[in-house]
């Protein structure tokens, strides 16, 4: 991934993914031995509202409760993260919850919610698997712009496609090969990353905010300030076509 500055540029952590991730999503699907179901159209309140996290317990299940089916089901919520602008290989990231579903009167849950006690979760990028634990979840924050992103991207691609040229200028290290088309990727409140699409093959640029977004209404300001810097760049000899 190229960047701005040599300094490796700040990212989420995992769990900070795993939870934005959670958070934006609206369908998952849900893996039992009985079989795959694909649960979408939450209501636009996002999983979270509709998945509650426990941690695991140590108990014993009667043989009468897990022969009426009120015992826990061993399963694995499997969630995919995919990039809202027409990127080529537009899935950013999987993330797996494994665990067991439980019957809502073991805990206190809203109507339409279901319990999981929890066993750990698997981030995937790109084929780099990271797990994590229930306290290092719970503890990470959710991106502010986590259920905004794809808005921002879509808006910046719509109807403000000539900042992504501008943007461009920021891009180290020079690259020496045809960028056929440069698109959003992705945006949090670190940064926003760029995907530089050849011929045959495509990389991200990676583009370090100044400042850390706090809050959504941020967001604009952080984006000017590198088009501030961008301005004050030498334009580069960009190859972009029109397809």
Same mark, same amino acid.
């Given at each position: ?85 027409? +990127?080529? /290989? &537009?899935?950013?990231? @999987? !993330? ?5 579903? $439980?019957? #809502? ?16 979760? +698997?981030? /995937? &990028?790109?084929?780099? @698997? !990271? ?5 290092? $979840?719970? #503890? ?18 719509? /109807? ?84």
């Amino acid at each position: 991934m190229r960047r701005l500055f040599n300094a490796p540029p700040p990212q989420p952590s995992s769990a900070e993914r795993i939870r934005s991730i959670l958070m934006a999503a609206d369908s998952m699907t849900v893996v039992t031995d009985e079989g795959r179901t694909e649960v979408s159209r939450l209501e636009g309140t996002g999983v979270t509202e509709h998945i509650h996290l426990h941690p695991a317990m140590s108990r014993e299940w009667d043989g009468e409760s897990a022969a009426a089916g009120e015992g826990p089901i061993r399963a694995t919520l499997e969630f995919t993260d995919v990039a809202p602008t027409p +990127v080529r /290989d &537009r899935v950013r990231a @999987r !993330v797996l919850l494994a665990g067991w579903l $439980l019957p #809502n009167e073991r805990h206190e849950s809203p109507e339409g919610s279901r319990c999981m006690e929890f066993s750990h979760a +698997v981030l /995937d &990028r790109g084929g780099e @698997r !990271v797990t994590v634990g229930l306290d290092d $979840l719970m #503890n990470a924050e959710t991106d502010p712009l986590a259920t905004c992103e794809a808005g921002m991207l879509t808006h910046l691609l719509d /109807d403000h496609s000539d900042i992504v040229g501008l943007l461009l200028r920021l891009v180290k290290p020079r690259v020496t090969q045809e960028v056929r088309r440069a698109l959003p990727l992705a945006i949090d409140r670190y940064g926003i990353t760029l995907r530089l699409e050849g011929t045959d093959a495509h990389e991200d640029a990676r583009l370090p905010f100044p400042v850390p977004v706090r809050d959504v209404d941020e967001a604009g300001e952080r984006i000017h300030a590198l088009l501030s810097t961008a301005r004050h760049r030498s334009p580069r000899s960009w190859l972009l076509s029109d397809s």
